[in-house]
T-cell receptor, first 116, second 115 residues
Framework: AQKITQTQPGMFVQEKEAVTLDCTYD???????LFWYKQPSSGEMIFLIY??????QNATEGRYSLNFQKARKSANLVISASQLGDSAMYFC?????????????FGGGTRLMVKP | GAVVSQHPSRVICKSGTSVKIECRSL??????MFWYRQFPKKSLMLMAT?????????EQGVEKDKFLINHASLTLSTLTVTSAHPEDSSFYIC???????????FGDGTRLSIL
């Protein structure tokens, strides 16, 4: 079974509007972390936001927030007030405590395109 | 600023050449680094976990004799693609952790093109 699923291969959003990128995960490890990364066309991976499985509140970082619904095993990324520079690939990733090496498992990604 | 430096950013070479890619942690020590491969419009696929002072741990299906990993110091891991062929052309990217509950920070990646 897929550990990380991103069901939206591509999405459009109008500039200045908010957008939600979906991510669901599968783990039996009670201790895990969820990450979102942005990958522009130039290729670098930019860390956006982190949510720990024991965190009581949803993570926020500037225009990024994570809608963490633990019972549903979802960790959707919300980008508010979209900008043209937000156009990129977005990857959701999970790190399970059972992986002593702290390796990440990535979802398939969502390509976000912001329209002017 | 960048916390992980990867070099070179782009390599174009002939088939049969061996190519070395370096991944350096800047201002911190990384006992573990990770090497990923990414095909166009696909996600990152973990190739191996590089362990300082010991052998790398390779993921299933990754040829360890093809992709040699050396982690000789706490700030440097290298990936050598030996006798590269066109099918090895890809985007390779490394990462390292600052700490247990810290995000992985990535290098800028290496675009490898084998002619």
């Amino acid at each position: 079974a897929q550990k990380i699923t991103q069901t939206q291969p591509g999405m459009f959003v109008q500039e200045k509007e908010a957008v939600t990128l979906d991510c669901t995960y599968d783990t039996s490890d009670p201790s895990y972390g969820l990450f979102w990364y942005k990958q522009p066309s130039s290729g670098e991976m930019i860390f956006l936001i982190y949510q720990g499985s024991y965190d009581q509140q949803n993570a926020t970082e500037g225009r990024y927030s994570l809608n963490f619904q633990k019972a549903r095993k979802s960790a959707n990324l919300v980008i508010s007030a979209s900008q043209l520079g937000d156009s990129a690939m977005y990857f959701c990733a999970m790190r399970e405590r059972v992986n002593a090496g702290n390796m990440l498992t990535f979802g398939g990604g969502t390509r976000l395109m912001v329209k002017p | 600023g960048a916390v992980v430096s990867q070099h070179p950013s782009r390599v174009i070479c002939k088939s049969g050449t061996s190519v070395k890619i370096e991944c350096r942690s800047l201002d911190f020590q990384a006992t573990t680094m990770f090497w990923y491969r990414q095909f166009p419009k696909k996600s990152l696929m973990l190739m191996a976990t590089s362990n300082e002072g010991s052998k790398a741990t390779y993921e299933q299906g990754v040829e360890k004799d093809k992709f040699l990993i050396n982690h000789a110091s706490l700030t440097l891991s290298t990936l050598t693609v030996t006798s590269a062929h066109p099918e090895d052309s890809s985007f390779y990217i490394c990462s390292a952790n600052l700490g247990v509950d810290q995000p992985q920070h990535f290098g800028d990646g290496t675009r490898l093109s084998i002619l």
